[in-house]
Every structure is written in C-alpha cells, then in structure tokens.
C-alpha cells in the first residue's frame, strides 16, 4: 500500500507542478555512496541512558528531475533505490576453553522519495552553477535482515552455528517508514553532469522496543548525468 501512495504523490507532484505553468524540468539520472548511522538511546527505569551506534556503507541510484522556477530556484522531486550494508567481526580467546569468534551481517534495501528545493547561480559564462539544496526524503525499508554467525574451536572440536534473523518480521522490531530530512551542496558542469553531497537526519523512532529509540542519520556522496 505504501508504494502506491509513493506513486501517487509523485503523480500529483508532477500534475501540480505541469498545470501551474511551471518551467522547464529537465530529468536526471544518478546515484553515489552511503555512509549512515544506527543510533539506539536505551532509557533505564532510573533515567539514565546507554547509547549505540552502527555505521553502514552502501549505495544508492535513481532518477529526478529537476524543474526549474527561474531566479536561481528549482524543484527536484525523485525517486531512488538504497542499500546499506553493516558488518562486525570480533573473536576472543577463552583459557581452557579455546577461541570464540563471530559476525553479524546486516542488509536493508530502501526505497526513496527525495523532495529538494534548490537555489543556484550560474557562473564562467554559464558553464558551471553552484548550488545549494534542502528538503525532505520520505523513506520505505523493504527489507532488513540480520545474520549473526558463530564459530567456536574447543579442546572438543569446532562448532558453528547461523542465526537469521528478518527485522521486519514477527520477531523484529523495526519499523519500516522514516522521513529524513537536510540539505547540502553542489554543482553542475555545462549542464550535463551534477555533483552533490548532503547529510540527512531521520525524524522518525525506528524500533517498537520498549524505553528505546532509533534514529538514523548519514552522508552521501553522488554524480549524476543531466538530460
């Protein structure tokens, strides 16, 4: 359900923005890298608070357009595919008992909805136009699972064991919609390649677990090719 209202917001954007005399859009074509972070705030009964943060590296492509308004200001809806990717790897050596070692491997696979308002100006006879950007980025996770592999070698024998665990199921407690919300720089070359970096910050608590919040955050780095 919540994809059909992605396409329907999108369609309506368009509908408002084609009917009201907007200017030319030009599409775009892109994507770049990830780096994001998990933050869990944990409140005990007493009030005092315990922190974690995980850092995932990954990826994201898609397609805007960017319409522009004259005077430097435009609009950029789009819509982008996302992947993040965390991995932790750790072993400890026990005495008399042998060497215990582990991973856990997270993957989350997003869909986007960027809605940007930019203003820029032109420069060197109007070869290159600095800009700067802000907006919203409603944000549905499709899937997120996690793998927590374990491996012991014992004056017994080696053991391994594979837990899998799917964050949006029955048993997990995340929840899938967020809207992150920042801004950032860039700059386009002769009209036909865009270069752009911005930090985003999630509004919504991510996990149903109890006296717990989670809230993503990250950077991202990308280039995209102007039509």
């Known amino acids: 359900m919540f994809l059909n209202d992605m396409k329907k917001i999108y369609a309506i954007l368009w509908a408002v923005l084609l009917t009201g005399g907007v200017m030319s859009a030009q599409p775009a074509l892109g994507g770049g890298y990830v780096n994001s972070t998990k933050t869990t705030v944990f409140t005990a009964e007493d009030g ?100 927590l592999r374990l491996a012991a070698s014992t004056i017994v ?31 386009d070359i002769i009209n036909m390649i865009r270069v752009q970096a911005g930090y985003n910050y999630g509004l919504f608590n991510r996990t149903s677990a109890q006296s717990t919040t989670l809230h993503r955050s990250g950077l991202y780095v990308g280039v995209s090719l102007l039509f």
């Open 48 to 147: 005092s608070r315990i922190s974690s943060a995980k850092a995932y590296n990954g990826f994201y492509a898609g397609i805007y357009d960017r319409i522009n308004f004259g005077e430097g200001f435009a609009f950029t809806p789009g819509l982008y595919y996302s992947m993040a990717i965390y991995l932790s790897e750790g072993e400890r050596d026990i005495p008399f008992v042998g060497r215990l070692s582990g991973d856990e491997l997270e993957m989350e696979h997003m869909l986007n909805l960027p809605l940007n308002f930019e203003y820029g100006i032109l420069l060197a006879s109007d070869r290159v136009r600095p800009y700067v950007f802000a907006g919203c980025t409603p944000q549905y996770t499709l899937s997120s699972k996690s793998t």
């Open 157 to 187: 024998g080696d053991m391994q064991k594979e837990y899998v665990q799917d964050n949006l199921g029955e048993d997990g407690v995340l929840k899938p919609f967020d809207v992150m919300v920042g801004g950032g720089i860039g700059v």
